[in-house]
């Protein structure tokens, strides 16, 4: 009898919990950026996701999604980030020692969310805005608060979802 192993080509807990960041990210309706967010305590559960959007109850068909006009003609004085729905939508109200996972890297306002909850590591793929002031106050606050910073590192360039019966 032919001895029959274990599959080889499984992801990492990192590309799984990116994975659903990334997946949660797809339920942004903003045209421009869609970001996600997955929050993990220490037994590596997930206790958290979110994704950019409007508060609840806010219509996404009468606030803008413009970045550009004034201030209260854009998306920024109402837009949620992904990070603060993350912590707002945990199942726990103990994230102290979780690690976030974000296709972004936080901005200054997420940052103190992220410190205040006691999220004490963020593991993040993009940080394409880290010349801009709200990402560089966002390190000054982490490094400071202890918070420990991680770009995401894979071979991987993609994961794919299927919804085929077939393939469960």
């Known amino acids: 009898m032919e001895k029959v192993t274990k599959r080889r080509d499984y992801i990492s807990w990192d590309e799984y919990f990116m994975g659903v960041a990334l997946l949660s990210a797809q339920r942004s309706k903003d045209p421009n950026t869609q970001v996600g967010a997955c929050i993990v305590n220490r037994d590596k559960k997930i206790v958290g996701v979110g994704y950019n959007g409007f508060p609840t109850g806010c219509s996404d068909d009468q606030l803008p999604w ?97 919804f085929n019966e077939s393939n469960v």
């Not at 979780?98 to 901005?107: H, M």
């Not at 394409?128 to 990402?135: A, L």
Request: proline share 2%; net charge positive; glycine share 4%.
């Open 66 to 162: 413009n970045r550009e006009g004034e201030f209260l003609d854009t998306k920024y004085p109402y837009i949620c980030h992904a990070e603060l729905n993350a912590i707002l939508n945990s199942i726990s109200r103990d994230l102290k020692n979780a690690t976030i996972y974000v296709a972004l890297f936080p901005c200054n306002e997420c940052a103190k969310a992220i410190i205040q909850a006691g999220i004490r590591e963020v593991v993040y793929l993009s940080d394409k805005y880290r010349d801009s002031n709200e990402v560089k106050a966002s390190k000054i606050m982490f490094a400071q608060a202890g918070v420990s910073l991680r770009k995401m590192q894979t071979g991987r360039r993609q994961l794919e979802i299927q």
